[in-house]
């Protein structure tokens, strides 16, 4: 099983970015897809997920109006779109497929955000 992510990179203070994070070994279709990030020195968190049905569930109220997840089934895509970028949103953000039991995780893409 593996989750790639991409799409990571340094940028300013509103400038977007899209994340991609592309599942193999698995039966994407079934499983629930999320993006989590983690600053340094804080715990990781939900950002947001999209469930098997393709509805969204945006979990932070700071990239509301801001952050979009989607997924492609026939591609075993999962993608973040980030808007209006901010400094506070600097993070590794990582990737999770969950299917009952079966949770998955990618390895994380950085996203810096700076003047």
């Known amino acids: 099983v593996q989750l790639v992510e991409s799409g990571g990179g340094s940028v300013q203070p509103g400038d977007s970015l899209t994340l991609s994070c592309t599942a193999s070994?698995?039966?994407?279709?079934?499983?629930?897809m999320s993006w989590y990030r983690q600053a340094p020195g804080q715990e990781r968190e939900m950002v947001a997920r999209?469930?098997?049905?393709?509805?969204?569930?945006i979990e932070l109220d700071s990239v509301k109006g801001r952050f979009t997840i989607s997924r492609d089934n026939t591609e075993n895509t999962a993608y973040l779109q980030m808007n209006n970028l901010e400094p506070e949103d600097t993070a590794v953000y990582y990737c999770?497929?969950?299917?009952?039991?079966?949770?998955?995780w990618g390895q994380g893409t950085q996203v810096t955000v700076s003047p």
């Open positions: 999770n497929a969950l299917w009952s039991v079966w949770n998955y």
């Open positions: 070994g698995i039966s994407f279709r079934h499983y629930a």
């Open positions: 999209v469930t098997t049905t393709g509805d969204e569930e």
